[in-house]
């Protein structure tokens, strides 16, 4: 008797699994998305999603692997335009990223480290590699523009702030500082980067009005 032949994995499927499902787990969190949930949403069978993604933690972690992956592409679009000056490529990125943490809400996190600890891990893997890549081209390039101070240490000051805004982005710290990750990503950003801007740099961010 022959074996039942396996759906093969389908890109266009594929994409709009991860869509659908980043769209619940950024909005309700881990514990709200379910694999029944999901199909029915997609109106597809339970199989089809395990043909794509062997189990919801693997589907959670392609989430943050691609959320990862997009921020790097903004970074890496912006900082090859060299038709731009600096504040503005400064002022793109930073509105961007913003947006992008305000999908990292409390509820998100607090509900990841009590129910998926290994995939909340991930987010700080993000951050380790994600800080170092994208701010250390902010502050290069921002040296090579005049806009940031020369006598700046590029890898101090990344660590500098990788450590921050980690610590900052914790469910315990939002909650004592009662703000929503968003609203702390752009007050922090304006405190980091008015210690490291030039006098020129410094008006540039202003007059640009960059976050």
């Known amino acids: 008797m022959a074996k039942p032949i396996n759906p093969a994995p389908d890109s266009t499927t594929r994409a709009r699994i991860v869509a659908t499902a980043r769209h619940h787990l950024f909005t309700f969190g881990y514990s709200a998305l379910t694999m029944d949930e999901l199909a029915r949403e997609l109106g597809v069978s339970k199989k089809t999603l395990y043909v794509h ?12 692997d691609d959320f990862s992956a997009e921020v790097r592409a903004l970074a890496d679009g912006l900082f090859a335009d060299r038709a731009q000056p600096f504040a503005t490529k400064f002022r793109a990125l930073g509105e961007a990223m913003v947006q992008r943490f305000s999908r990292l809400t409390p509820h998100m996190l607090r509900d990841l480290q009590r129910f998926a600890p290994k ?32 006598d700046i240490d590029p890898q101090l000051a990344i660590e500098f702030w990788r450590f921050a805004i980690t610590n900052l982005m914790q469910p315990e710290a939002l909650e004592r500082l009662g703000m929503s990750t968003d609203q702390v990503f752009r007050k922090a950003i304006n405190l980091f980067f008015a210690g490291l801007l030039t006098s ?10 960059v976050l």
């Open 53 to 64: 993604f062997r189990s919801k933690n693997k589907l959670a972690e392609t989430i943050l």
């Open 119 to 150: 995939i909340y891990t991930k987010i700080d893997e993000m951050r380790r590699k994600n800080i170092p890549y994208v701010f250390g081209q902010v502050i290069r390039e921002g040296q090579a523009a005049g806009a940031v101070r020369a």
């Open 200 to 209: 020129t740099g410094r008006k540039e961010y202003e007059k640009h009005n």
